[in-house]
């Protein structure tokens, strides 16, 4: 799956708030972490979890700073389900595309509800960063 947002953002606003130590804190998590040295992330919701505690892990792939982020997260007891990579382009001074593609692994249609929740958690990660990117608005 694959989305994408236009942010009215430069460049290296918009990589600020989607990929540095304290992960997607404010706007998306509550307790997220980025481990540049080990290669590790991991995340913890509980706003957007009506007060439950959700925590995930995940690995790190690839960072080209201000064009690229990518990992493994959604971790089961047979691996991490998901590939995500999160792609940053510039269109001018002030805007900035982001374009997010997630490749979640299922094994048969029975989980097929692992891929609705992605694509239903992107798509309002993505609402929220641009709230937070273009107006300071923390909407959770």
């Known amino acids: 799956m694959e989305f994408y947002e236009r942010f009215r953002a430069p460049l290296w606003k918009v990589w600020d708030v989607f990929y540095g130590p304290k992960g997607w804190d404010p706007w998306f998590t509550d307790g997220m972490k980025v481990d540049e040295e080990t290669g590790e992330i991991y995340f913890r919701w509980f706003r957007l979890t009506d007060g439950q ?38 269109t001018g001074d002030e805007e900035t595309i982001v374009t997010v593609r997630d490749r979640t692994f299922i094994k048969d249609e029975t989980e097929l509800p692992i891929r609705y929740r992605c694509a239903y958690g992107w798509g309002q990660m993505m609402l929220l960063a641009k709230a937070y990117v273009e107006n300071g608005l923390i909407l959770i």
């Open 53 to 90: 505690v959700v925590v995930d892990r995940g690995r790190i792939v690839s960072v080209v700073r201000h064009r690229l982020f990518s990992f493994w997260w959604y971790e089961y007891e047979d691996g991490y389900r998901s590939f995500v990579e999160f792609e940053f382009q510039p």
